[in-house]
């Protein structure tokens, strides 16, 4: 699983949060220890949830399948005069 961001100190941020941040923190815990392989932090300063499963780096790229979708529907929107809208974000080669 992929951890984004510090979500206990968001709970400890609002009101009563003294008390939602111990447990979005227990909660988080489980459930990234009982569903994730492995967990991928987007940085060092996240809780700590599974030190042995936990590496911290950044994720970039786009699946091949989204670059796929957005050749064919360049390919259609070049054939078909314009019907099909493309996908933001990819680009066709």
């Known amino acids: 699983g992929i951890v984004p961001t510090n979500y206990r100190a968001y709970a400890g941020a609002q009101s009563g949060g003294f008390v939602r941040a111990p447990i979005i923190a227990g909660a988080s815990l489980l459930v990234v220890r009982a569903y994730c392989d492995r967990v991928i932090k987007l940085s060092p300063v996240l809780q700590k949830f599974s030190p042995e499963k936990e590496v911290v780096c950044n994720v970039h790229g786009v699946r091949e399948e989204f670059v796929a979708e ?5 390919g259609a929107t070049e054939e078909d005069g314009g ?11």
């Open 70 to 74: 957005g050749r064919r529907r360049a």
């Open 83 to 93: 019907d099909v809208a493309p996908v933001e974000g990819t680009r066709a080669s």
